[in-house]
């Protein structure tokens, strides 16, 4: 009798296994028909149906008995999204020093962000040319000035250094043709949305084209292509040259955006007041642009962009996610943190708020696990990016290798090319020195077109993908030790920030 009871013991699923059967396609398949139905229009970042969208998910949590991890006592925390109009004729440039000149809002120059304070900005105009990667000069001294780059934009890393600079301006060098120049102008005279990810009140970042800029500069004894063309990092004042700016911008509406955040208290006494963060961004791109925008297309009469793979797929993951831990008895030693967040599409607008104002101590968080786009492509495969960069690589190599009744393979980044690294919400949490691995299929046909449609999700891979994330975030929430980051990938990736 004893021995037919161990063998029954032997045979009966245990406590995780038990959590991980109930993430199930059935389950997925209906959250993502709810989440990317045409009813929530896209949910773009601010919209009424993203808050739809987010109030459904803060009552499934509330369901599952979550604490809640928003702003006072609730499941959502929300961010400014203030709309305003830079005023173009209130808004004009001069030079002073050398040849001195006029520059007209619109015709010579626009303002590239909406983050300044309506005033007058001025500083002595430096020259910044060749790599910004490899300055060499004393940037400190760049602080206050306006600095001019040879350069069309501002990218990734750049824009960040630069802005480090605290400068009182940053000119880039407009080579755009006219037509461009017109669709710039066109878009900068509309109300747009304040970055939330920067904090109000400068510095300035403007673009003036080139035809306007040359001669100023040839009189000061600088040529921009030249400047244009080094490779060199070099810092060259311009004979005392001054830039003056001045500027309005008009407050058009006053909105604001949602994240969903919902905690399982761990059951360690210790190790409950650190957290492994399971995260997807709820928002998509809304409804379809005109024809040429380079946005969503119509097909048809279909105009919405569903967003069921971007990133209904992770949004519902997590949710499930949260069902089976919340289920689970004993509960996982370190507690965790389910977050939903808005605005990845617009600059990872949610998450970068949520790793600046975090609900929990940022440094008591030991890992975020990331979910975008797990709903199409191979049945067996999962590409986990950032394995390479930290021991959570190896942690998902063996568990992974623990439950081949999965039948899904976790693999490098094989698409280095195309930084994914740095393009969702993950990337916030890595740029605090938490530890992360971003699960990820890849683009289709459909990406950020009508047809990322809820009938094209394959739910019972989705399922077995969650699963797989599961079983990682009970080990990593159970383990002695906390993830660590490889010390290279640590001074290359957090050590920038």
């Given at each position: 009798?004893?021995?037919?009871?161990?063998?029954?013991?032997?045979?009966?699923?245990?406590?995780?296994?038990?959590?991980?059967?109930?993430?199930?396609?059935?389950?997925?398949?209906?959250?993502?028909?709810?989440?990317?139905?045409?009813?929530?229009?896209?949910?773009?970042?601010?919209?009424?149906?993203?808050?739809?969208?987010?109030?459904?998910?803060?009552?499934?949590?509330?369901?599952?008995?979550?604490?809640?991890?928003?702003?006072?006592?609730?499941?959502?925390?929300?961010?400014?999204?203030?709309?305003?109009?830079?005023?173009?004729?209130?808004?004009?440039?001069?030079?002073?020093?050398?040849?001195g000149a006029t520059l007209k809002?619109?015709?010579?120059?626009?303002?590239?962000?909406?983050?300044?304070?309506?005033?007058?900005?001025?500083?002595?105009?430096?020259?910044?040319?060749?790599?910004?990667?490899?300055?060499?000069?004393?940037?400190?001294?760049?602080?206050?000035?306006?600095?001019?780059?040879?350069?069309?934009?501002?990218?990734?890393?750049?824009?960040?250094?630069?802005?480090?600079?605290?400068?009182?301006?940053?000119?880039?060098?407009?080579?755009?043709?006219?037509?461009?120049?017109?669709?710039?102008?066109?878009?900068?005279?509309?109300?747009?949305?304040?970055?939330?990810?920067?904090?109000?009140?400068?510095?300035?970042?403007?673009?003036?084209?080139?035809?306007?800029?040359?001669?100023?500069?040839?009189?000061?004894?600088?040529?921009?292509?030249?400047?244009?063309?080094?490779?060199?990092?070099?810092?060259?004042?311009?004979?005392?040259?001054?830039?003056?700016?001045?500027?309005?911008?008009?407050?058009?509406?006053?909105?604001?955006?949602?994240?969903?955040?919902?905690?399982?208290?761990?059951?360690?006494?210790?190790?409950?007041?650190?957290?492994?963060?399971?995260?997807?961004?709820?928002?998509?791109?809304?409804?379809?642009?005109?024809?040429?925008?380079?946005?969503?297309?119509?097909?048809?009469?279909?105009?919405?962009?569903?967003?069921?793979?971007?990133?209904?797929?992770?949004?519902?993951?997590?949710?499930?996610?949260?069902?089976?831990?919340?289920?689970?008895?004993?509960?996982?030693?370190?507690?965790?943190?389910?977050?939903?967040?808005?605005?990845?599409?617009?600059?990872?607008?949610?998450?970068?708020?949520?790793?600046?104002?975090?609900?929990?101590?940022?440094?008591?968080?030991?890992?975020?696990?990331?979910?975008?786009?797990?709903?199409?492509?191979?049945?067996?495969?999962?590409?986990?990016?950032?394995?390479?960069?930290?021991?959570?690589?190896?942690?998902?190599?063996?568990?992974?290798?623990?439950?081949?009744?999965?039948?899904?393979?976790?693999?490098?980044?094989?698409?280095?090319?195309?930084?994914?690294?740095?393009?969702?919400?993950?990337?916030?949490?890595?740029?605090?020195?938490?530890?992360?691995?971003?699960?990820?299929?890849?683009?289709?046909?459909?990406?950020?077109?009508?047809?990322?449609?809820?009938?094209?999700?394959d739910s019972e891979k989705e399922?077995?993908?969650?699963?797989?994330?599961?079983?990682?975030?009970?080990?990593?929430?159970?383990?002695?030790?906390?993830?660590?980051?490889?010390?290279?990938?640590?001074?290359?990736?957090?050590?920038?920030?």
């Amino acid at each position: 009798m004893i021995a037919l009871l161990l063998v029954l013991l032997a045979q009966s699923p245990t406590a995780a296994e038990r959590a991980a059967q109930t993430i199930s396609p059935d389950d997925i398949s209906r959250r993502i028909h709810i989440i990317a139905d045409d009813s929530m229009k896209g949910r773009d970042t601010p919209s009424p149906e993203l808050d739809k969208v987010a109030a459904y998910i803060g009552g499934e949590y509330r369901r599952m008995g979550l604490k809640p991890g928003g702003d006072g006592s609730t499941f959502l925390q929300r961010y400014s999204l203030d709309r305003v109009r830079i005023s173009a004729d209130s808004s004009i440039a001069f030079v002073h020093g050398g040849p001195g000149a006029t520059l007209k809002y619109g015709a010579d120059f626009l303002l590239l962000d909406n983050t300044f304070e309506s005033g007058d900005y001025a500083g002595e105009l430096v020259l910044v040319s060749g790599a910004l990667s490899g300055a060499t000069a004393d940037t400190a001294a760049l602080a206050g000035k306006m600095v001019l780059l040879a350069l069309p934009r501002l990218r990734g890393g750049d824009r960040e250094r630069v802005l480090g600079w605290k400068p009182a301006g940053v000119v880039l060098a407009s080579s755009a043709p006219d037509s461009i120049w017109a669709r710039l102008v066109a878009r900068n005279a509309r109300a747009q949305p304040r970055d939330p990810t920067r904090a109000v009140g400068g510095p300035l970042v403007l673009s003036i084209r080139a035809p306007a800029l040359q001669p100023v500069m040839t009189a000061l004894g600088a040529d921009l292509t030249t400047a244009q063309s080094t490779g060199t990092f070099a810092v060259t004042k311009l004979s005392g040259a001054q830039l003056h700016v001045h500027t309005r911008v008009e407050s058009v509406e006053r909105r604001s955006a949602p994240n969903v955040v919902g905690i399982l208290e761990g059951s360690d006494p210790t190790l409950k007041n650190e957290y492994v963060v399971f995260s997807a961004h709820m928002d998509h791109i809304g409804i379809a642009g005109p024809k040429g925008s380079g946005s969503c297309q119509a097909r048809g009469a279909d105009s919405i962009c569903n967003g069921a793979d971007d990133d209904g797929s992770g949004t519902a993951a997590v949710v499930e996610l949260a069902q089976a831990f919340a289920g689970m008895h004993p509960r996982p030693k370190r507690s965790i943190i389910f977050l939903n967040v808005s605005g990845e599409e617009k600059g990872l607008w949610g998450s970068h708020y949520f790793t600046d104002h975090p609900t929990v101590p940022i440094t008591s968080i030991v890992a975020d696990l990331n979910i975008d786009m797990i709903g199409r492509n191979w049945k067996d495969t999962i590409v986990a990016i950032g394995k390479e960069h930290s021991d959570l690589g190896a942690t998902l190599n063996r568990v992974a290798a623990e439950h081949p009744e999965l039948d899904m393979r976790p693999i490098d980044d094989i698409w280095p090319e195309q930084d994914f690294y740095r393009r969702s919400d993950h990337f916030n949490f890595a740029r605090k020195g938490v530890p992360i691995l971003f699960f990820f299929s890849g683009v289709h046909e459909d990406y950020h077109q009508v047809g990322d449609s809820p009938d094209k999700i394959d739910s019972e891979k989705e399922s077995r993908v969650a699963r797989l994330i599961f079983y990682l975030g009970l080990d990593v929430a159970d383990a002695a030790e906390r993830p660590k980051w490889n010390p290279d990938s640590y001074r290359s990736i957090v050590g920038g920030y």
